[in-house]
């Protein structure tokens, strides 16, 4: 075994993998880094490249894009407010305000950091606790990925400071657009007006352009043209974290690391839930709670280390079962069987020195990543000081070529462009973005899984609270949402002795 | 001369119909394959090991796009509606000709597609975890007479829930259907314990087979499976009963007929290549090849068999 693992260790650095994992995180990040452009595409991409290489090399250049694409999405999202991919959304709440305040370098030097340790804690479990993790994926049945994505929706009760009703109605709004599209359990068309478009739900990725990058456009627009927005002023003292932040940061980026590798193995959750969920962590156990969301370094860390953490965590359930759970690890199993290699329970017995090169693959994606990151902070760190009318033409152009590249469908354009209108009204009316983001991803989730866990216990609710698993996420759940409730009644209780004395 | 100059002039004009007329411009842009499943099931990996193996016919690229939902109706009504430029191929699975009847599959009808071939049949294999206390079909069916039995499908009508209806029909008992986005989802969950049996394909639980965590008791098929020589079919075990998909591509209706034709040869010279046929001996996968016109006719019969069959059940609309 352990000759394996030192075979597999210098396999995985020949010169030959070095660049193939070099230049896979390379487009890993610039395609993450495209409004649009998912990752699940630039994987698409370079798969025909990988099939004409001889051995684990391919791997290394999926691997590499994989997550390369994830940390990608955050340069956009501290930068322009807009996430580049699904993952990087709940970096926007305080990577952009840190960006807004002249710290572009310091909020990017954050996520890059967070990234790459969440990343690397990741590889860390994949190499030595995948068997314990792939136990995890089997025992989430129904009843546990309901309680998950119930406290996935409790977190919108944290995220928005503002109004929390506001916050609920957006929620709300989000889970209406889940249920569009054909119904799992009974096949029947929802809300699509008859039209084939609307069958198959409501397009994800054009809708994060729109509510993203073009209602942010058209905001930056309309605050330009008025000659309100001041030129940003960017100083880049230094490009690596400072001591103070390190210091801040290093609880949440553990907790957020664990809490995306988890997520990350459970199949059929991914970046986009770690990333809300780790941020949602770092709020509930930290000490000034009441500053996120105005740029705070943990704010930026804990999203960026929980959806790289997810990287590691995905290939659990793939190496280990042989599922896949999601587009992106889907793309990567096809990777598998073309090379004649069959991902499930007999991969690390019959494929041995091959799996632990790929585990090693994934240590020198995270390490190419923090590099290249770091090399091109100076360079992104200057995206903001462009001037409006230069860089808002850039943007739109981007939400257009985004919208169509990914399905070559032009309905996909005409539905970015009503979603941004949607979102450039939700923003003149005080509604933000996020609840609503997370009531989509996460309504799909919520409905089929509580009809097929009432399906399983015979229509029981208990089946949510008898289940360990599914329990503890439930009681989670409910604490995020009534503890604020409870603490300001607490609050509100203590004050009034000395003032019934005053009286 | 005269004479002459018309025989040039004909042979000319044969010379150049022989070498250039099929001038086809295609394919011009980058194809898609719809697939209307999840991604890593098994129609999943048979439509990408294909697109792989005829890549090189489409200099724009083949690419398999995932089109879940409603069962598979979701992607095929995507891909019967396309543009018929053949730039949109789908891969159209046994519930062309299954939802229809049962009133859940939207728009969709065989009547839409243009079948390109059928490259591959599968039928349901009853299986359950190792460690489950049923160890023959009889003694599932059995303990289905008093417990409540949860079976997990890949969707409700889809063909592994016929499958287990049908069975259910046959041996005068009653599951609790399980409907799951596709068969990986119901296998992770059969794996952790939380439901009792799945009837999806064989295919698809044969690694998890090899590995000692799930165990087949039946194969509802009409013969032996070439691939699973040891396990008994449901008629032997005196279950009449058989219910298999198959999968293939189809374009859209007014498709023209050249780009019709060329597809065909493609992907017969796909199914035929090498690679492709150790891709589907190695996932332990049948390969049984129809052409166009062949697989229409398929289509039409199997529109008919499982109308009655959906009628008998007490499923259709």
Not at chain 1, 323 to 352: Q, S, W, Y
Not at chain 1, 409 to 429: E, P, S
């Amino acid at each position: 075994m352990d000759n394996h693992v030192s075979l597999a260790f210098w396999a995985a650095l020949e010169w030959s993998n070095l660049f193939y994992a070099f230049f896979g995180t390379f487009v890993g990040i610039a395609v993450g880094a495209m409004p649009g452009l998912s990752s699940v595409m630039g994987l698409t991409i370079v798969l025909p490249f990988t099939f004409t290489i001889d051995g684990t090399g391919g791997f290394f250049m999926l691997l590499g894009v994989f997550c390369g694409a994830i940390y990608g999405g955050s340069i956009t999202a501290i930068l322009i407010n807009t996430p580049g991919t699904a993952n990087s959304a709940a970096t926007c709440l305080d990577g952009y305000p840190m960006a807004k305040r002249g710290e572009a370098g310091r909020a990017l030097s954050l996520s890059t950091l967070a990234s790459t340790v969440g990343g690397l804690f990741s590889a860390f479990l994949l190499l030595w606790t995948s068997p314990l993790l792939a136990r995890i994926a089997t025992n989430f049945a129904s009843p546990e990925y309901f309680a998950l994505a119930v406290f996935g929706l409790s977190i919108v009760a944290r995220v928005s400071s503002d109004s929390i009703l506001k916050s609920l109605i957006a929620a709300a709004f989000g889970l209406f657009l889940a249920t569009v599209g054909l119904d799992l359990f009974s096949g029947h068309p929802r809300f699509t007006f008859g039209t084939v478009y609307l069958m198959g739900g409501v397009a994800m990725v054009p809708l994060l352009i729109g509510m993203y990058a073009f209602a942010q456009g058209l905001t930056s627009a309309e605050e330009s043209g008025r000659g309100v927005l001041p030129p940003s002023q960017h100083k880049i003292t230094g490009i690596l974290p400072r001591w103070d932040d390190l210091k801040a940061i290093s609880g949440t980026l553990l907790r957020s690391s664990l809490i995306g590798s988890i997520i990350g193995a459970i199949p059929g959750t991914g970046g986009d839930i770690a990333s809300w969920v780790a941020y949602n962590e770092a709020k509930r156990w930290s000490k000034r709670p009441e500053k996120f969301g105005t740029g705070v370094p943990e704010g930026v860390a804990a999203p960026e280390a929980g959806n790289n953490a997810v990287s590691g965590g995905a290939l659990i359930p793939l190496l280990t079962l042989g599922i896949p759970g999601d587009a992106g690890t889907a793309v990567m199993l096809g990777a598998f069987m073309m090379h004649g290699i069959v991902p499930g329970p007999l991969l690390f017995r019959d494929h041995t020195v091959e799996v632990y090169t790929i585990i090693f693959g994934l240590f020198l994606a995270n390490i190419f990543m923090c590099l290249l990151g770091y090399a091109g902070l100076r360079l992104f760190a200057k995206i903001p000081s462009i001037p409006m009318p230069t860089l808002l033409p850039i943007v739109f152009i981007f939400c257009f070529i985004g919208a169509f590249a990914l399905n070559n469908n032009v309905d996909d354009i005409y539905f970015m462009i009503v979603t941004g209108v949607v979102g450039y009204a939700l923003i003149k009316l005080g509604f933000s973005a996020p609840p609503l983001i997370l009531g989509l991803i996460l309504g799909g989730i919520v409905e089929n899984n509580l009809t097929r866990s009432l399906v399983l216990s015979n229509g029981s609710l208990a089946i949510f609270f008898t289940r360990p698993i599914s329990c503890v996420l439930m009681l989670i759940a409910l604490s995020t949402l009534f503890v604020p409730a409870i603490r300001f009644a607490v609050k509100q209780f203590r004050r009034q002795p000395p003032a019934a004395k005053a009286a | 001369m005269k004479r002459i100059g018309c025989a040039l002039a004909l042979a000319a004009a044969l010379v150049l119909a022989a070498g250039w007329a099929p001038s086809l411009d295609y394919p011009r842009s980058p194809v898609s394959i719809i697939v209307p499943y999840g991604a890593g099931g098994g129609t999943d990996l048979i439509g990408r090991a294909l697109a792989d193996t005829v890549k090189g016919s489409f200099p724009r690229g083949i690419a398999v796009e995932n089109r879940l939902g409603g069962g598979g109706s979701v992607g095929m009504s995507y891909g019967q509606n396309a543009r018929p430029d053949g730039n949109i191929i789908t891969n159209i699975t046994v519930e062309l000709v299954t939802l229809p009847h049962t009133g859940t599959g939207g728009d969709i009808s065989h009547e839409k597609f243009i079948p390109l071939i059928m490259f591959n049949s599968t039928y349901s294999a009853v299986t359950v975890q190792k460690s489950s206390p049923h160890n023959t079909l009889k003694d599932l069916l059995t303990a289905a007479k008093t417990d409540p039995i949860q079976v997990g499908n890949s969707g409700i009508g889809a063909i592994w829930h016929l499958a287990a209806a049908s069975l259910e029909q046959a041996a005068g008992v009653e599951f609790i259907h399980v409907p799951f986005d596709g068969a990986a989802p119901a296998i992770t969950s059969l794996l952790g314990g939380h439901i009792d049996a799945v009837t999806v394909s064989y295919a698809e639980v044969v690694s998890q087979v090899d590995a000692g965590e799930l165990k087949v008791l039946a194969v509802l098929a009409p013969q032996r499976l070439p691939v699973a020589p040891d396990i008994p079919t449901a008629t032997e075990l005196g279950y009449n009963v058989s219910v298999g998909s198959w999968r293939g591509f189809g374009v859209p209706l007014n498709t023209p007929p050249e780009i019709v034709a060329w597809l065909e040869k493609t992907f017969t010279d796909g199914v035929n290549s090498p690679g492709f046929v150790k891709f589907m001996k190695d996932t332990k996968n049948d390969i049984e090849l129809l052409s166009s016109a062949e697989y229409a006719k398929r289509l039409a019969r199997d529109y008919e068999m499982f109308g009655k069959l959906i009628n008998d059940l007490g499923l259709s609309k």
